[in-house]
């Protein structure tokens, strides 16, 4: 193990001693308009970049001379000699084409009806995308007393977090999604009753960072598939071997996961493997769970090069896929790229219609991201949920091995389709509330079209939803039980059957003192707070890094690895972002 580690460590300062230069610049339209996520192709490495969201940025190159090719959609491509002495002011012209197809509605991840939230500032991190959010507000209860959100079981913000901090590293504020912290780690599991695919439980608390405040905790457990009635998988893997994941950390991490995920495999599983760099090949036709040597074998024969025609590469694996079709059985994608698409379809917006054509086949996706600098997370997220599939970010194989092989069945097997939660405040003892986590995209937010869309719930989930609550008396002290402070309802279909199906459950008012809440609900309030802190939240203001470590180490157990992980990870953060308390710009 340390010697692979010492491998990876000299193979990236190997990579950082060669860049001497830093190119900068930024790309604009006729209009002087800045232009975001324009592809950006180095010549002399053919590794591709992007402009940021503002327009701007950023290569390390190994020499101050070299060429760029610039494409985006719309625009004429540019090639252009580039001196990385110099700041770089870069035009595009239109083509004159015609506008594309009508997009599909956009999926929202919460929703408040009638509800309009502000705008906020966009934020960049080099060549790395992420999908610009919006952090949930407080919401009148009086006037606006429903909410939702969808159910998922995404966990790559966590791991993505982890490697940023891992490299001494500030995050970017839209890496973090609050809600995939908190599901990376398991609150407790309750069994649903016989006639539901779930099972709810309610906490009603003191807020650790606004004592004024309350905390709801809302636990929502899936049901587990019995093992020995498992139904058997046609398993596609389509792996990215082009030349950008020829580093440690992206292509043979994903060699070492795969193979740990075959040597998991039943024989009446069915696995494929397709492959895209340069061009789009099936490199093991369908293969029995049994012919294990054959299917090791053939991952342990990929290596790097070549452009990426990642669109091609999700064409012919969902026809793999459906080839092999297994009714009544797990049918599903396996995407393991950088998300750094280049040739073919590339916005993440004709990717979204490409995989939405497919998903009614019956076909599941599921995304894992590698990688860093060219990472592209918007786009692995977006091809996730709206391939009505789940998302997971790989950092080490410690990852791998919990996502494919611990966490396997809540990975690849659903019981649950299109899961969406509504919750509606009693407006009589909330005054207002706020979600935390589950914040929208910015310009889906801004579409008018715009709908809640349900997530992927695999089996034996469990999912905790946490909700800041200003009380319409704050300073009663009488219990009133018989007073439902929300009811919620879930939504959702069994796979492979289009009836709606719900469940029904109601919040009790008794509030428990913070202090003698279970330990979980209090380590999952110190993510809430790592989380917040880490997003620069305008809604925390009397907490800091200290209090966040202070609450995770009274809450953990010692005997869980990942919570104390997750403590160090604290730790980490506040070395980074510095000892004092969090100030906001905005604040009056």
């Known amino acids: 193990m340390k010697l692979a580690f010492l491998a990876v460590l000299c193979s990236l300062l190997l990579c950082s001693a060669r860049a001497q230069f830093y190119l900068r610049g930024e790309v604009k339209d006729e209009n002087n308009s800045l232009l975001p996520d324009v592809r950006i192709l180095l010549h002399s490495s053919g590794y591709l970049y992007h402009s940021g969201s503002t327009g701007a940025f950023g290569i390390p190159i190994a020499a101050a001379a070299d060429t760029l090719t610039l494409s985006a959609d719309g625009f004429q491509t540019l090639v252009v000699a580039v001196d990385a002495t110099q700041y770089q002011n870069l035009h595009l012209r239109p083509t004159g084409r015609t506008q594309p197809a009508a997009m599909p509605k956009k999926s929202l991840l919460s929703l408040t009806k009638d509800w309009r939230a502000t705008e906020r500032k966009a934020w960049t991190v080099g060549a790395e995308t992420y999908s610009s959010l919006v952090e949930n507000d407080f919401i009148p209860a009086r006037e606006f007393p429903e909410t939702g959100f969808a159910v998922t079981i995404d966990k790559a913000s966590y791991s993505n977090v982890r490697r940023f901090l891992n490299m001494g590293s500030t995050i970017p504020p839209d890496a973090v999604r609050i809600e995939e912290l908190l599901n990376y780690f398991n609150f407790g599991y309750a069994d649903p009753p016989r006639d539901s695919c779930f099972a709810f439980g309610s906490k009603l608390s003191d807020c650790p960072w606004n004592p004024a405040n309350r905390l709801l905790f809302l636990q929502v457990s899936a049901r587990k598939i019995d093992p020995a009635r498992i139904p058997p998988a046609n398993l596609v893997l389509l792996i990215d071997i082009s030349g950008s994941m020829d580093l440690p950390n992206k292509l043979p991490l994903l060699k070492s ?281 305008r809604f925390i203001r009397q907490a800091d890094w200290k209090d966040a470590i202070e609450l995770a180490e009274k809450s953990s157990d010692p005997g869980d690895g990942m919570q104390q992980e997750f403590i160090a990870l604290i730790e980490k953060a506040r070395r980074i972002y510095g000892h004092n308390k969090h100030h906001h710009k905005d604040d009056n």
């Open 257 to 537: 996961a795969f193979s740990l995920l075959v040597n998991n495999l039943r024989d009446v599983d069915t696995i494929s493997i397709v492959t895209y760099g340069g061009s789009v090949a099936v490199q093991l036709g369908p293969t029995s769970g049994k012919e294990k040597k054959k299917i090791l074998e053939t991952i342990e024969d990929l290596g790097p090069g070549g452009a990426t025609p990642g669109e091609a590469g999700i064409r012919a694996a969902y026809r793999v896929a459906k080839s092999q079709f297994i009714r009544g059985g797990n049918n599903r994608v396996i995407l393991a790229t950088d998300g750094d698409f280049n040739e073919g379809e590339t916005s993440e917006e004709e990717l979204e219609k490409l995989v939405v054509q497919y998903k009614d086949w019956g076909i599941y996706l599921t995304c894992l991201g590698v990688g860093m600098g060219n990472y592209k997370d918007s786009k692995l997220e977006v091809l996730a949920k709206r391939g009505n599939g789940n998302f997971a970010y790989l950092d080490d194989e410690r990852e791998a091995e919990k996502v494919l092989v611990r966490e396997f069945t809540q990975t690849v097997y659903a019981v649950a389709d299109d899961a969406y939660l509504n919750i509606q405040f009693n407006p009589t003892l909330v005054k207002d509330y706020r979600l935390i986590g589950f914040d929208n995209k910015e310009k889906v937010l801004s579409d008018s079209l715009s709908q809640l869309q349900g997530g992927e719930v695999g089996s034996g989930h469990s999912l905790l939803a946490l909700f800041e609550i200003i009380p319409t008396n704050p300073d009663s002290t009488e219990v009133v039980d018989a007073q439902r402070l929300a009811q919620v309802q879930v939504n959702y279909r069994l796979p492979r059957d289009p009836r709606p199906r719900t469940s029904v459950y109601m919040c009790g008012n008794r509030p428990v003192p913070f202090n003698e809440l279970q330990p979980c609900y209090r380590f999952a309030s110190s993510i809430a707070l790592f989380g917040g802190l880490l997003k620069r939240s």
